[in-house]
């Protein structure tokens, strides 16, 4: 089709019907250049330029303008924009989804090529776009990283405890500190939240992505964030408090190496949080079954006046947890550090503090880069236990890599359902990179199966050697808290690394001496809260799991029911299906 048979066509919808004569184009374009000036008022102005299809008729016309010589202002006012008319062009919706998309992706444009000021008016329109969706992560601290991220060793601190102790805060603080947010970011933030008078909680929203979340003051989802230090490359999980959302906090628990426990020195907060019902309780015992073996004990908002960096206020609660996580299996002495802080004002964060004179320990981020390192087996079978997936080009999965290492291109297995499955790209903490190495977080995109067709709890395997599926196992139960008696038929709630299954126990096998480990002769037909047993459970549906003694970080786990967590236990032996 000839462009130039589009021109009359809208030329009839503005204006004169001469117009569509498409040999008298030029004369009734003088027509009405000299004689009309009523029928061109401004308002009009705006809609005639980009009704223009084609770049020669706006040349044609600019052509005509300059032979005329025009002098009245009307017509002038309405000539100018058509001169640069492709510039506005770029700012109206239909030329937007007519000619910029195609030069979006290619930005020389095509038939576009030649116009100078469109170019440069395209480029302003899009540059912001991109801009604003690159802000999420922290892009100019990316690819400084890329050469150290094999070197430093990865580890993932998750923190935990009762809600309101400042968990996000801290890890908000954390991240200004170790300048992985930037000043002006954290300013933008500080406005947003003193409008919703909400001055406190701005650190929290560094973690704290989504609206609901920054409007509640509550962490939802296990934000995630990384930092880096000398030594060490560290992701942050921070886990929501609310004993709503436990089961998330689990998940981001069975990924960590390292947990800290957040309490609150504030007069009545602490209490609230450690007497039964209480998160902090709660949160230490299921740190400990998803595996953590360090516990850092951060005592927050010491700042404040009802604490007033108080040493006795301190110790008063270092007292009362100490039995506890004794109790929950910690060495007080090799697997447990408190130390004082504020994640409001970030003392004792990076810096030792002068509030604080009676603290002589290192402060916290040090103290987290003087850690001794963790073995991970990088020769061991893989296993990646994926806790989350969704769709970005394909299929992307999120997890935690517990042992082996993974690399670009390489086939691996989906189980249970055996998927044979490809590595397309590996993101660890949103670098790209080649290869993975156990302990790192990552993302990875997968050819060869369906985003639908993936669960959390599902894992990645290697081929040669897969991990072991099924639905019964014999497991080592120690019944924390649960007011009447359980027996064989009981269901509950099983969490096992990141894979969350409805489960039976069908029978109870023997009762375990607390104190001997000795087992009972004959079968017990009951049991209650604090005793330990050794049952037979059968999931629903059929699960991924290793014994304890294999494959620790997949031979744990813990029972729900009704919102609280009645019991831990760790897989003894499977139990292979009777047909």
């Known amino acids: 089709m000839d462009p130039r048979d589009t021109a009359p066509d809208s030329w009839e919808q503005e204006d004169d019907v001469e117009a569509t004569i498409d040999g008298k184009l030029e004369e009734a374009f003088t027509a009405f250049n000299v004689n009309a000036k009523p029928f061109v008022p401004n308002v009009n102005a705006v809609e005639f330029v980009p009704t223009f299809p084609m770049n020669e008729h706006s040349e044609?016309?600019?052509?005509?303008?300059?032979?005329?010589?025009?002098?009245?202002?009307?017509?002038?006012?309405?000539?100018?924009?058509?001169?640069?008319?492709d510039s506005e062009r770029t700012t109206e919706e239909p030329w937007d989804?007519?000619?910029?998309?195609?030069?979006?992706?290619?930005p020389g444009g095509d038939s576009c090529g030649n116009r100078g000021p469109s170019e440069e008016a395209v480029t302003e329109e899009v540059a912001p776009e991109i801009i604003e969706e690159e802000e999420e992560a922290p892009a100019p601290k990316v690819p400084p990283t890329q050469p150290d991220a094999p070197k430093k060793e990865h580890v993932n601190v998750v923190f935990i405890g009762h809600v309101d102790a400042g968990k996000s805060t801290i890890g908000g603080q954390i991240m200004y500190l170790t300048g992985m947010v930037e000043k002006r970011t954290l300013e933008k933030y500080e406005r947003e939240a003193k409008e919703k008078n909400r001055e406190t909680w701005y650190l929290s929203w560094a973690l704290d992505t989504n609206q609901e979340e920054r409007d509640k003051g509550k962490t939802v989802e296990v934000g995630r964030a990384y930092f880096e230090t000398d030594k060490k490359h560290f992701?942050?999980?921070?886990?929501?408090?609310?004993?709503?959302?436990?089961?998330?906090?689990?998940?981001?628990?069975?990924?960590?190496?390292?947990?800290?426990?957040?309490?609150?020195?504030?007069?009545?907060?602490?209490?609230?949080?450690?007497?039964?019902?209480?998160?902090t309780r709660e949160h230490a015992m299921l740190a400990k079954t998803a595996g953590v073996k360090h516990l850092i004990v951060l005592v927050n908002k010491m700042d404040d006046p009802t604490v007033n960096w108080s040493l006795e206020r301190y110790e008063e609660c270092k007292e009362k947890l100490v039995p506890f996580l004794k109790k929950v299996g910690f060495n007080p002495k090799k697997d447990i550090h408190f130390m004082p802080c504020s994640g409001l004002t970030g003392a004792n964060l990076k810096e030792p503090t002068d509030m604080c004179s009676w603290y002589t320990g290192l402060p916290f981020i040090p103290q987290l880069d003087s850690l001794p390192s963790?073995?991970?087996?990088?020769?061991?079978?893989?296993?990646?236990?994926?806790?989350?997936?969704?769709?970005?080009?394909?299929?992307v999965i999120l997890g935690k890599l517990e042992s082996g290492c993974i690399s670009k291109a390489q086939q691996l297995v989906m189980m249970p359902n055996r998927h044979t499955v490809e590595v397309l790209s590996l993101l660890s903490d949103d670098v790209e990179t080649d290869d993975a190495e156990p302990g790192e977080n990552l993302k990875l995109r997968l050819k060869g199966i369906e985003e639908e067709e993936i669960l959390p709890g599902f894992i990645l395997c290697n081929a040669e050697n897969l991990c072991h599926s099924g639905r019964t196992f014999d497991a080592q139960i120690v019944i924390i808290e649960h007011k009447s008696i359980i027996c064989p038929g009981y269901n509950a709630v099983l969490h096992i690394h990141t894979c969350i299954e409805e489960v039976q126990i069908t029978?109870?096998?023997?009762?375990?001496?607390?104190?001997?480990?000795?087992?009972?002769?004959?079968?017990?037909?009951?049991?209650?809260?604090?005793?330990?047993?050794?049952?037979?459970?059968?999931?629903?549906?059929?699960?991924?799991?290793?014994?304890?003694?294999?494959?620790?970080?997949?031979?744990?786990?813990?029972?729900?029911?009704?919102?609280?967590?009645?019991?831990?236990?760790?897989?003894?032996?499977?139990?292979?299906?009777?047909?």
């Open 374 to 395: 963790f073995n991970r087996s990088t020769d061991g079978p893989v296993r990646l236990p994926i806790v989350d997936k969704y769709k970005d080009m394909g299929t």
């Open 60 to 85: 044609n016309l600019d052509s005509v303008v300059a032979v005329e010589k025009i002098s009245s202002m009307d017509v002038l006012e309405s000539a100018a924009p058509l001169e640069n008319g």
């Open 507 to 579: 029978a109870l096998i023997c009762m375990v001496d607390k104190k001997t480990g000795d087992k009972s002769k004959t079968r017990p037909r009951f049991v209650k809260q604090d005793q330990v047993c050794i049952a037979r459970l059968r999931t629903a549906g059929t699960i991924c799991l290793e014994t304890f003694k294999d494959f620790p970080q997949m031979g744990r786990f813990t029972l729900r029911d009704e919102g609280k967590t009645i019991a831990i236990g760790k897989v003894l032996k499977l139990v292979a299906e009777r047909d």
């Open 235 to 279: 992701t942050i999980l921070d886990a929501p408090g609310h004993k709503s959302f436990v089961p998330n906090m689990i998940g981001g628990a069975s990924q960590a190496d390292l947990a800290v426990l957040v309490i609150s020195a504030r007069k009545g907060e602490f209490e609230t949080g450690f007497e039964k019902g209480g998160q």
């Open 97 to 106: 989804q007519k000619e910029a998309e195609p030069n979006e992706e290619e």
